[in-house]
């Protein structure tokens, strides 16, 4: 009985290796197959962030672009105005010398005491206080444009230095994404070679 048990399990110890030799090499196959599924799911993932910021960087580029575009219309607008009142003003000012001129003129004349010459003085010195007016009050929106053009300047400088570190992120990222993939390939190469 000794010897038919002893038979029957040497008979069957042969099945018994193969199976366990069979079953090592499926759980190698099925971790290589992980490791092969671990790098392929990290590398979609890489991949979608990279995407994920460089079209959030995109969206940011165009819409500095616009901004700067939109900013550098505003600030060529706004600098014709800005000669255009330093003109008027110039015209407002040489107008308000003559009248004063005039005015001195008519003040100093030996008619001086003629009403009609009295109406002409009376007559300039309102033409100078509306002059004086309206030079006060192109004064002022010169004033306010030449601020309107340094506060554009200032805001074109920002966003220009805002589009060149873009742009430097851009590069880098772009760098990254080359010396990602290296590794990737590298990666792929050792797991090939480990089947």
Do not use: C
């Not at 490791?35 to 799911?41: S, V």
């Amino acid at each position: 009985m000794r010897i038919y048990f002893l038979s029957i399990v040497l008979m069957l110890l042969p099945i018994f290796v193969s199976a366990q030799y069979n079953n090592n090499q499926q759980l190698q196959q099925s971790r290589s197959f992980e490791r092969q599924m671990n790098t392929q799911n990290q590398k979609w993932a890489s991949e979608r962030d990279r995407a994920d910021r460089q079209w959030g960087q995109q969206a940011m580029f165009n819409q500095l672009n616009n901004k700067n575009s939109k900013t550098q219309k505003t600030l060529v607008n706004e600098e014709k105005n800005k000669e255009k009142l330093e003109e008027k003003t110039t015209k407002l000012n040489a107008d308000l010398k003559k009248q004063q001129d005039k005015l001195a003129t008519l003040e100093n004349s030996p008619n001086n005491a003629n009403s009609d010459v009295q109406k002409n003085i009376q007559k300039t010195k309102e033409q100078i206080v509306k002059s004086e007016e309206k030079l006060n009050k192109a004064k002022t929106e010169l004033e306010t444009s030449s601020k309107k053009v340094e506060s554009l300047k200032k805001e074109m400088e920002i966003s220009l230095t805002k589009k060149a570190d873009l742009e430097k992120k851009e590069k880098e990222e772009a760098e990254r994404k080359k010396k990602q993939e290296e590794i990737n390939q590298a990666l792929l190469k050792s797991i090939k070679s480990d089947k």
